[in-house]
């Protein structure tokens, strides 16, 4: 039970990490790896990919006959356990039409009733906490369990094996942990997480000033796993584009945010290396994974989608809906045909040519977002300002805008009709923890709006960037 505990203090220890020099950085970040590793690859996590890889043979009926069973496992589990669901009624799910008669919830549910989703099965210090921000900025804190963070890695493994690179691969990992003071201005920007054999890249460094640093770090591990959030590949990518060099890895994961063609064609140019895609989400209730032919499958053992149009019917397949999931694995905080805000459709024609049956979903790209260029040859990515955003939980969207060379204006729209204390103190941490990241050649300004700046087609980007680039 260490990781609910040290995902608790997790704040408390990055300010210590942050002030270490870099060998014990890197002791730090093996430490904290040695307690994933133990997650990540004990024995019941093998056991669950051993399971996973049987259920690539499973046909049609098979996979519904699972997705019944996990249905109404979930529905036991959250009607017995969790307030939210105490008025439901109690559906007896013969089919799954039968699960059409409860309510469809979304995020707004959920932030109206945070605690009341929490399971009463699944102990406070058993709970690890985590916040998610979506696609507009407005943050939600989730609940999940250890039992669930040895699922999700087994299904990453599962990944890895369509990709043939067995468990314990080194990689070089660009996503979202802090694991290099902001103030640093030369190498190393990564720190090393020995017991994985993972090297961590800093997402918050990337510049014109440090590219070469960065590129040559990668040529120096080429060949290896490398993963992490499209648009910091995508930043790398052009950086090595830009330079003239190719940097050939084994292979490419991606996560975390939409993986745009162009982005896609990009990082494969650079680093010589197949991407396989994923979709996923804090809320931890559903699953699609890109096979080694390029088809986006659903993981039928993780949580039930249905696709519905805008007044709650079943789309057909190719046509484009609303995502809806019931998930089978988060017993900490089982969502039931929860909107999660993303769309998507169910892929017409014929089985996928891997051989497996998993259903073929296509996730529609919403999600449109600007880089952000600092005058000083920095580049943020939308992906990595929106770490800032996740312990904000009192807005409907935040977006960071850009308007002079010199300034940002972090823009928030409040939850509900009236601001209150705690909307005021999420926009001064917003606004001081970007000042520090930006550090004091740009000015951070903070303001309310009362509808975010939206887009043709109704995209609300995270940055928008108005000021020309450097
Ligand atoms: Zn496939």
């Known amino acids: 039970m260490l990781e609910p505990l040290v995902r608790q203090n997790l704040p408390r220890l990055q300010y210590f990490y942050d002030r270490a020099p870099a060998p014990a950085r890197h002791l730090l970040t093996s430490a904290r790896g040695w307690v994933l590793t133990r997650l990540r690859y004990s024995r019941e996590t093998f056991a669950i990919l051993g399971d996973l890889r049987e259920h690539e043979s499973w046909n049609a009926a098979q996979i519904a006959d699972h997705q019944l069973q996990g249905l109404r496992q979930t529905l036991s589990h959250a009607f017995s356990s969790v307030p939210f669901y105490a008025d439901y009624p109690r559906v007896k799910l013969r089919s799954f039409e039968d699960l059409r008669t409860l309510p469809v919830i979304d995020r707004e549910t959920i932030l109206d009733n945070q605690d009341r989703f929490l399971s009463r099965a699944v102990p406070a210090n058993q709970r690890i906490r985590a916040g998610t921000t979506g696609t507009t900025g407005a943050s939600l804190r989730v609940a999940y369990s250890e039992s669930l963070a040895r699922y999700n890695w087994a299904f990453l493994l599962r990944q890895w094996a369509w990709a043939n690179i067995e468990p314990r691969q080194p990689r070089i990992t660009l996503q979202g942990a802090r694991i290099v003071p902001m103030n640093r201005s030369e190498p190393p920007y990564w720190t090393y997480n020995v017991p994985e054999r993972q090297v961590l890249m800093s997402i918050f460094h990337l510049s014109k000033k440090t590219a070469a640093a960065y590129l040559d770090f990668l040529c120096r591990h080429r060949g290896q796993v490398l993963e992490g959030f499209p648009s910091v590949l995508g930043i790398l990518a052009d950086f090595a584009i830009e330079a003239g060099i190719r940097i050939p890895m084994r292979v490419v994961f991606t996560s975390g945010e939409p993986l745009y063609p162009q982005v896609r064609a990009k990082i494969e140019a650079a680093f010589q290396a197949h991407t396989f895609d994923t979709y996923g989400m804090t809320e931890y209730c559903g699953l699609i994974q890109q096979c080694e032919r390029g088809q986006m499958h659903l993981a039928p053992e993780y949580g039930f989608l249905e696709i519905l149009d805008d007044i709650g019917n079943p789309t057909e397949p190719g046509e484009e809906g609303h995502l809806v999931w019931t998930g089978f694995l988060n017993d900490a905080m089982p969502l039931i045909r929860y909107r999660i805000g993303d769309r998507g459709r169910w892929q017409d024609g014929p089985l996928c040519s891997c051989g497996r049956a998993f259903p073929l979903v296509v996730p529609t790209i919403t999600r449109e977002s600007d880089t952000l260029y600092c005058p000083d040859g920095r580049l943020f990515s939308a992906r990595a300002l929106n770490q800032l955003l996740k312990r904000a939980t009192s807005f409907r969207c935040c977006q960071f805008v850009h308007d002079r060379p010199s300034r940002v204006v972090v823009r928030a729209v409040a939850r509900g009709l009236t601001q209150n204390g705690h909307t005021a103190d999420d926009l001064m941490q917003i606004r001081s923890d970007l000042q520090n990241l930006l550090g ?31």
Do not use: H
């Open 440 to 470: 004091a050649g740009i000015q951070v300004t903070a303001e309310l709006g009362a509808e975010p700046i939206i887009r043709s087609g109704g995209k609300i980007p995270l940055i928008v960037e108005k000021a020309a680039r450097p």
